[in-house]
């Protein structure tokens, strides 16, 4: 079955370093991505999606890249902001309809200043 | 416009007891879906509704956990005879099923907590 395997938090960054938060997947046939944020005391929503290889999501400075090659989805921002402390969840689900999302654990970033 | 909602927020029940969570989608989405996140883990997915129809139920743990979906509108997830295992929240989104966005909007959450 789907799969999608995150890297352990919690991520602690000082304010303005470089992210990334690791994603891998395991899924029949060519999923659609997803990063979803959870800021603290809100709902989970959604960051950024790609739909097909090589597509780039991007969002508020964040991006991933749908790489087929290496079954990767990495979230990657340049220089984080306190405000970026969250938790970033990771996700896949069939394309083209509407379908269940598979998602990784988890990762808690902190970010200080 | 409103996005989807939940009810209740919080729900503190004694092990035994049956419960009813209830989410109200966003107006227009066909699509329903439960989740359940456990502390410290990833969403786990209970249960798709396509309109009150539900073509995907094989995430239910069990069969003390059961789901309707009036017509387009809200549903309740009921868990019956909780244990304290079924302690998590439980999150309900739902999303459009044409005109190919299919991007799924999530409600706040019930916290269910079993003593």
């Known amino acids: 079955g789907n799969s999608v395997t995150q890297m352990e938090g919690p991520v602690t960054l000082s304010e303005e370093a470089f992210l990334t938060i690791n994603c891998t997947y395991t899924?029949?046939?060519?999923?659609?991505l997803f990063w979803y944020v959870q800021y603290p005391g809100e709902g989970l929503q959604l960051l950024l999606k790609?739909?097909?290889?090589?597509d780039k999501g991007s969002n508020k400075g964040f991006e991933a890249t749908y790489r087929k090659e290496t079954t990767s989805f990495h979230l990657e921002k340049g220089s984080v902001q306190v405000s970026d402390s969250a938790v970033y969840f990771c996700?896949?689900?069939?394309?083209?309809?509407?379908?269940?999302?598979?998602f990784g654990t988890g990762t808690r970033l902190q970010v200080t200043l | 416009g409103a996005g989807v909602s939940q009810s209740p927020s919080n729900k503190v029940t004694e092990k035994g007891k049956d419960v009813e969570l209830r989410c109200d989608p966003i107006?227009?989405?066909?699509?329903l879906y439960w989740y359940r996140q456990r502390l410290g883990q990833g969403l786990e997915f209970l249960i798709y509704?396509?309109?009150?129809?539900?073509?995907?139920k094989s995430g239910l743990p069990s069969d003390r956990f059961s789901a309707e979906r009036t017509g387009e509108s809200v549903s309740t997830l009921t868990i019956q005879r909780t244990q304290q295992e079924d302690s998590a929240v439980y999150l309900c989104?739902?999303?459009?099923?044409?005109?190919?966005?299919?991007?799924?909007?999530f409600g706040p959450g019930t916290r269910l907590t079993v003593t």
């Open positions: 989104a739902s999303s459009l099923t044409s005109g190919g966005s299919y991007e799924q909007y």
């Open positions: 899924a029949t046939g060519y999923p659609s």
């Open positions: 790609a739909t097909k290889a090589d």
């Open positions: 996700a896949l689900n069939r394309p083209g309809t509407a379908s269940k999302l598979t």
């Open positions: 107006s227009g989405h066909t699509a």
């Open positions: 509704f396509q309109g009150n129809s539900a073509p995907d």
